[in-house]
């Protein structure tokens, strides 16, 4: 939950800075729109779009981290069941 929590909030971060970049090319978007109205042209380039920001992350239920758990005792014993001396095998 924790490896979650500090996703989600990397995740909300790139997010703000994203929205703040868009925000900073709309203000100068605007300045120019304003400055071509009153020379009674058009603005030189397009109003900036956003484009996607990241979707969240799915939220680990209490399922997820049973899975992991009962995966990780599987592979223990997986290890632990092969008794092998690591000499040649007799048939």
Do not use: F
């Not at 300045?31 to 680990?60: H, M, V, Y």
Request: overall charge negative.
């Amino acid at each position: 939950m924790a490896v979650w929590k500090e996703a989600e909030a990397a995740r909300l971060k790139r997010n703000e800075e994203r929205r703040a970049t868009y925000k900073e090319e709309v203000r100068l978007w605007e300045e120019e729109r304003d400055c071509a109205k009153l020379e009674k042209c058009q603005p030189r380039w397009t109003k900036p779009k956003q484009g996607k920001l990241e979707s969240p992350i799915p939220k680990p239920t209490l399922d997820d981290v049973e899975e992991d758990d009962e995966r990780g005792v599987n592979e223990d014993e997986d290890i632990d069941s092969n008794d092998s001396d690591g000499g040649s095998s007799e048939v």
